[in-house]
């Protein structure tokens, strides 16, 4: 990697041994770094370590870890090889720790499954009884019964058993919350999520939250694994850190006392959108000034961004913290634009967001929503309907939709699970998977979902002619008689089956790209690590719920909420031109106030 360019914050890194915090603004190359250090930590691995030790590199996401891979390869012209190994977080967890330790919790307990499927979890709680008339019913296992709330509900009604969380101490919570005392007997609560792990447990199948807890479990009552891990990966680089969870922290903080002496944890707290996966990014934070423990370490040269879009979504960083400056990048002098929105002109915006991007040239480029209802009025959808008995057909058109908005490695990971699960109707969800796992290395098979792609009927056709082309195409290419499997429902309230048949499929299907220029219309989480030429992002009208509006672009007092740190994950990804979309209502003068003299602000 001769090409980097080596800054004093970057040598500062690059020389830094033992445990290091990497505090990485938006546009810093940070992966880049981690590449350019990987090349130096492996013969330093080497020398003192032996031929057998290696570096654990991990990252939070399937999506980040597979961007160090390539950039890697890119720079060295080969992968990462063993010794060393690269993964998600989780994953290295199942393979070094759970997995193959697992039978010391209990040996009559199978080796487990990891799944993270809400569905999945909850089926393992979930039987059918006839109820005293003779009717099917749907119920709990009996081990759920007996755990109520103050007023008798069913705990598993109330809190589904996919939704307990096991912490670091053992205790259980409702997604990170602890029910209100008032409502729910302590006690109770935590006997019932008792029951849910042990199940789960029993019946071998776990989350990834379980499994960390398992992992954390081995370490502190078997030391001697835990040093062995250290003595097969003496270094370990964890990026994306601050999403990681309390009891992954916790997890390094155990391999810490057993003799781990380099670590290191890279990312950016203000980028951590995770907390509906127990991300901890307070965590990070606290290890970034425990100078007594930690080195901590700045990167904070944005090499994506020009500096009016920089200065934007600083606003929502702290006033003690370090300024972020924007370095070797050409200014194209495009303004913050801040469009106004109603009703009516949603449309009018992304044509003029396209255009502005087109005239410039602008290839990568995404339009940001928070929520279905607004992303369903910008598109011109009004309606929403599923007129199918099962959700195939309608998974089949978001299979389409990733295609046409270019995202061919999720249409055809899709497709593969899609196909096989038509294939293999009484298959169970282990059975699938292990399945989808082999066919994922079949390139012949691979190759007929990519060509099924350009055969997935148009939506500009009736729902009766797109659902018979459909399972013509299913059935000339996997020999799969869907018709099943695409039945119409024989009634939904507020239609009559006969006209809907015959209306246009893509009257009541949401798109995912814009309709001139293809742009992705997508969520904070998809662009999230993204470097893009241009974005516009769409405000919501108020802040209820999960709705991200104007009063949320705003410092905080302390560390910003989640809601805030996902307007700094969007106004951070573009290179050139930063668009942000508010309600009319919001007047010229508040925006000027809070994003400065400077914007331009349209009104269509």
Known sequence: MRDIQITVQRRAYFDARGRIILNACPGSGKTTCIIYKLSLLEQECRQKFGIHAGIACLSFTNIAKQEILD????AHGQELRHPHHLATIDSFVNQYITLPFYNLLNKNFKRPKVVDEKPIIDRLFQVRYQDKTGKWQDGFVKSLLGFKDQAGKLLCRIYPPSSIWIDKNGDYTFEGKTPNPATVVHATFQEYGKTVFKTKVEKGLITSLDSSFIALHIIKNHEQIGKWLIQRFPFIIIDEAQDNSEIQHAIFERLIELGLANIEMIGDPYQSLYEWRDAKPHLFLQKFTNTDDWTGLPLSQN??????????????RGQSDEIISSVDVQDLAIPVRIYKYTATNSPKIVQHFEETCNAHGFDANHIVVRGNTLKDQMLGNTAAVDPWRTPYPSRLLRIRHHFECNEIKDAVNELRRFIL??????????????IQKEKESDHTFSGKLYAFLYEIPTTSISFQEWTSVAINELKKAFNIDAS??????????GYKMADLKIHNVDLYFKKSASSQYNIPITTIHQVKGATLDAILY?????STGQSVSFNDFKRSDSFPNEKQRMIYVACSRPRQFLALAFPTKITDAALKEKLGEQIEIINL
């Open 71 to 74: 950039k890697y390869k890119k």
């Open 303 to 316: 090499r994506r961004s020009v500096q009016r879009i920089i200065d934007c979504f600083s606003i929502l």
């Open 421 to 434: 699960e038509l294939l293999n109707p009484n298959a169970d969800y282990s059975t699938i998977r292990d």
């Open 484 to 493: 099943g499997f695409f039945e119409f429902k024989k009634k939904i309230n």
């Open 538 to 542: 769409f405000f919501d009208e108020n």
